[in-house]
C-alpha cells in the first residue's frame, strides 16, 4: 500500500475516469525490492520471474538496475531483450520447450536452459549446440501457500544421470535448481533443497561433472494477510545453508524472484457491484466485485492466496462474506469456503483496494472471458 | 469431430502452417445444434449463452437462423447486436450488473435484464425503468459436471419478495429463471426446478402479480467422454415436467444454451511438448502438451471437464499419464488425481485433438500468461 498509489487513484477519480477495476503497480516499490535483494544476497545474480508481470516498465526498470531475468518463453525472452537486457543476462527457465522454440532462443544469443529430463537436453543438444544447462530437482515445498505440484523437476538421483546424459550430448553440465514453492513463508526452506543440490554437486563431481551453480529459486513472498520475513532473513538463512552444505566451495548462485519483486509494488481498484443475500434467513452475505477468477485473481483458486483488502468503511463494524466475481461463471468465487471479514455498513459502489496484487495478476486475466476486458494496468 | 475439421488442419499442416495450439470451430455443427433445439423445443424461443463462444462468425451465423442472445456484459450486447440481432432479442441475463452497465444497455434497446434481489432490482428500475425483470431462483444442480455453486439465485420463497419489489418500482415482473448445472447429463434436472418455478408463479399470482415466463437456463451437454442424451431426450423431458407442474397453462419458456450449441462444433489441435518422468521408478509418464488451464482449458479446474483426446496412435497400447499445460506454473496441470490414458508409443512433437472444445475455451485463454498468446481460433 503506497502513498503513491493512493493519490494517483484519488487524482485519477477527481478527473472523472471511473473504468474499474485496474491495477496499479509503484515502480519505486519494485526498485526497492531490486536493491533489497542484491543486498541480502550480494553474492547472487538477480535473475527476474519475468511471467510475475512482463510490463514493459518493470523489466526496464530491472534492466537498467542491471537484474537477469528468467523466461519462461520466447516471448519472453524478446521481452527482456526489448528492455535493454542482453542475452547473457536472460535464461530460458521453461523446463517445457518446444524444440523450434530453443532454436529461437539460441538464435537471439540465449545460452543458459533449464532441463529436468534427457529428452529436454536433446532437445536442447540439438537446438543449441553447446549451450549450459542447468537440471531441476523435486523440492517438496512444504511451508508454501501455492502449491507446487511434482510438474518440474526430478529426483536427484535422476538429475545426475541427466547431466551426465547432457554432457554427452554436448552440452555443459552448469548446474542445479529447485523451487521451494511460491509464497515461502518459511527462510528455512532452501536447507533441505540445498542438502540434495550438494549430493547432486557431489556425485556428478565423481563421474567427472564438474557443476559450477546452484538456482535457488523463487518463494520469497508477498506481504498478504500475514507477515512475511524480510528479504535480509531469507538471505542470511540462505547463505548459512550454502555455508553448511557446501563448507568453502559456495558455487555461483542465483535466485529468481518474482512475487518477491513486484508483488507488494501493485494494488487493484475494484468496485462493489452488489451485495446480496439468498434467503431472508442467511447470515453470510454475498459481496460481488467487479474483478474476480477470470479478471486477473486467478491465485483465488482454491482460496490459496488471501488478498488482503482495504474498504472505506473499515472502521466499522465487520461481518463475514463470500466475496465473488463479476462473470457468469459460478466457479468465479473468490473466497467462500472460508469467507471473508467485510464492513457491514458496505455498500453497491464503493471501491475496494486488493493490495499486493503486483504479481501473477495482469497476464493471468482472461482474455475476453464474459466479453470482459483483460485488466488495465498502469505502471506509475 | 467433424471431417470438415480433420481436413481443415490436414490442410493446414501441407501448407507447412504449424503455429500451435488452435481452435477450429465447424459452424455446419452450430447449425445442426441450433436446428436441432430448434425442433425439439418447438414453443421455446433459443438465447444462445454468447459466453460460451462469442465469435462473430458463431453470433452472426445464429443471428440469421432466428436465434436470441443471453448476454454477461454491455461487451456481449455489443456483438450481439453487431451479428444481426435486433434489441428485442437480447438478455442482459447476468444477475451482477453495475447500475452504469444497465443504463448502457438500455441506451442500446435492451428490455429484459435478469435480478435476484431487492438491490438489483432497484437498479434496474433506476437505469432500466418500466422493463421487464426475471428473477433467478436457486436449483441444486444435482447430476452437473462443472458446479454450480449458490453465486447466481435466491431462494423460491424470497423471489415472490423480489419480483413484487420489482413490480412496486415500476418494472415488469415477467418471469423466473433457474440453472440446472453446467453439462447436465440427467434431462429429468428440470422437474425439480420447475415445481419450484409454479410454486412461485402461484404465490406471485395470489399478490396480484401475474408472471408470463419460465427461462429454462442452460445445462445442455456436451459429449465428453461419456455419453450424453440427445436434445430430443431433453425437450421430450421438459415438455412434460412444464405439463406436469404447469398443467395447461404453461408459460412462455425460453432456454440458454452455450456449450450445447458450440461444445462438439470446436477441436483443439495441439502438440506433445515433453514426454517425461520424474524418476527411473515412475510408471506414470508426465505429458506436456502447448495448451493447459491457462491457454484455454480452464474447465479441467478441479478436473471437471473431462475431455476425449485423440492421438495419431491410439491403436497401440495404453497407459496414464499425468496431462499438463506448458507454462511454469505448477497449477497448470489438466490431469493428474485421474490420470489420463495416452499411448504408451506417445512422441514428443505428436499432434493432439481435443474434442468437444467449442464452448468455454477462446475466451478463458489468459492474454498473455508466461508470455504466450490466447487461443487462436478458426470458423470454418
Not at 173 to 202: C, E, M, T
Not at 244 to 267: C, D
Request: hydrophobic share 40%.
Amino acid at each position: 500500500m503506497t502513498e503513491r498509489i493512493r493519490e494517483f487513484l484519488r487524482d485519477r477519480r477527481e478527473r472523472g475516469i471511473d473504468e474499474g477495476p485496474v491495477l496499479v503497480v509503484d515502480l519505486d516499490v519494485v526498485k526497492d525490492n531490486y536493491t533489497a535483494f542484491a543486498k541480502a544476497l550480494p553474492d547472487t545474480r538477480v535473475f527476474y520471474a519475468v511471467k510475475a508481470n512482463p510490463a514493459p516498465e518493470v523489466l526496464s526498470l530491472l534492466a537498467s538496475m542491471g537484474s537477469c531475468f528468467d523466461t519462461a518463453s520466447v516471448q519472453e525472452i524478446e521481452m527482456a531483450l526489448a528492455a535493454g537486457a542482453t542475452p547473457d543476462r536472460i535464461s530460458f527457465g521453461n523446463t517445457i520447450k518446444k524444440e523450434r522454440d530453443i532454436a529461437r532462443a539460441y538464435a537471439l544469443g540465449i545460452r543458459l536452459f533449464a532441463i529436468d529430463c534427457q529428452a529436454e537436453a536433446d532437445k536442447v543438444a540439438r537446438a543449441a549446440p553447446g549451450a549450459k544447462v542447468f537440471c531441476r530437482i523435486l523440492c517438496d515445498g512444504a511451508g508454501a501457500e501455492w502449491p507446487l505440484s511434482r510438474k518440474f523437476g526430478c529426483e536427484p538421483a535422476m538429475a545426475v544421470d541427466v547431466l551426465e546424459h547432457a554432457f554427452k550430448a554436448g552440452l555443459e553440465p552448469y548446474g542445479i535448481s529447485f523451487h521451494v514453492g511460491s509464497q515461502q513463508r518459511n527462510q528455512h526452506a532452501w536447507d533441505r533443497a540445498l542438502a540434495q543440490a550438494a549430493a547432486v554437486f557431489k556425485e556428478c563431481g565423481e563421474r567427472g561433472i564438474n557443476l559450477s551453480m546452484v538456482n535457488l529459486g523463487g518463494g520469497f513472498p508477498t506481504k498478504y494477510l500475514k507477515n512475511v520475513p524480510t528479504v535480509r532473513t531469507y538471505g542470511n538463512a540462505i547463505f548459512k545453508a550454502l555455508r553448511k552444505h557446501f563448507g568453502n566451495r559456495i558455487p555461483e548462485t542465483i535466485i529468481e524472484p518474482g512475487r518477491g519483486m513486484v508483488g507488494n509494488a501493485g494494488m487493484i481498484e475494484t468496485e462493489v457491484v452488489l451485495v446480496s443475500k439468498k434467503s431472508e434467513e442467511d447470515d453470510v452475505r454475498w459481496v460481488y466485485l467487479d474483478i474476480g477468477k477470470f479478471g486477473g485473481l486467478a491465485e483465488t483458486m482454491d482460496e490459496s492466496i488471501r488478498y488482503a483488502i482495504k474498504t472505506p468503511r473499515d472502521a466499522d463494524a465487520m461481518a463475514p462474506c463470500v466475496l465473488a466475481g463479476p462473470t457468469c461463471d459460478s466457479a468465479d468465487v473468490l473466497y467462500e469456503k472460508q469467507p471473508y471479514p467485510l464492513p457491514v455498513s458496505l455498500e453497491i459502489g464503493d471501491k475496494l483496494l486488493i493490495e499486493g496484487t503486483g504479481a501473477y495478476t495482469s497476464t493471468y486475466s482472461a482474455v475476453a472471458f464474459n466479453g470482459l476486458p483483460p485488466l488495465k494496468t498502469i505502471h506509475i
